[in-house]
């Protein structure tokens, strides 16, 4: 079955400098890579996702890239602020066209912290 | 409109005792999966229903686990008996069921249990 490795499993940076987070997986047919994000006491909220036919994808001050010869994908987070500070899991899955739904495969996750 | 709720938030039960878990999806969501995330590792599969029937239940660890969703509404988590190592943080999500491979799943709060 499908394995997701994330790292790292904390992240320290300053107010304003930039955050990397890398995922591999092991199952070249999933195609579907969604990142969630959770802050303490809360649930876990989708924040960006990306499909295996596009390399990159930007939201703001988020992006997250994908490249499915080496599968990897990450995610980076721009001029980080305050509230960015959470736990932030990977997630892979195979998305089938005439499929119902299928199941999420999650990194261990990553605790960043952002100082001000 | 109103999120995946999930009761209790907290169970604290002694080893050998019985916990019932409940989740109540978004309304509409025909997709519903139950997920554990155990001692801060990742959040991992467990099973994933179609309405009121099982697509997927690989994920389940031992039939000490019996999951239910009757009428295809809400869903109950039964753990019976409970083992130290079940405890954790046990979520749900919702998702619509339709063509396509994108369908986001919306998470619980998670129910937090502690076997003692």
């Known amino acids: 079955g499908e394995n997701v490795e994330q790292h790292p499993s904390t992240l320290s940076v300053q107010e304003g400098d930039s955050a990397v987070i890398k995922c591999t997986y092991s199952?070249?047919?999933?195609?579907?890579f969604p990142w969630y994000k959770q802050e303490l006491g809360k649930r876990p909220q989708l924040i960006i996702d990306i499909r295996s036919n596009v390399g990159e994808k930007k939201d703001q001050r988020i992006a997250v890239t994908l490249n499915k010869t080496a599968k990897h994908f990450s995610l980076h987070i721009t001029e980080t602020q305050p509230e960015d500070s959470a736990v932030y899991f990977c997630?892979?899955?195979?998305?089938?066209?005439?499929?119902?739904?299928?199941?999420?495969?999650f990194g261990g996750g990553t605790r960043v912290l952002v100082k001000p | 409109e109103a999120g995946v709720t999930q009761f209790p938030s907290h169970s604290v039960i002694e080893k050998g005792q019985t916990v019932t878990l409940r989740c109540d999806p978004i309304s509409g969501h025909d997709n519903l999966y139950w997920y554990r995330r155990v001692m801060g590792k990742e959040i991992k599969f467990l099973l994933h229903f179609v309405k009121e029937s099982k697509q997927d239940e690989s994920g389940m660890p031992n039939n000490r686990f019996l999951a239910e969703r009757t009428g295809g509404t809400y869903s109950t988590l039964k753990v019976q008996p409970a083992e130290l190592e079940d405890s954790g943080v046990y979520f749900c999500a919702s998702s619509q069921q339709r063509q396509g491979p994108y369908n986001e799943q919306f998470f619980g709060p998670g129910t937090r249990l502690t076997v003692l």
């Open positions: 199952d070249s047919a999933s195609n579907y």
């Open positions: 997630a892979a899955s195979i998305r089938e066209i005439k499929a119902a739904g299928n199941k999420l495969t």
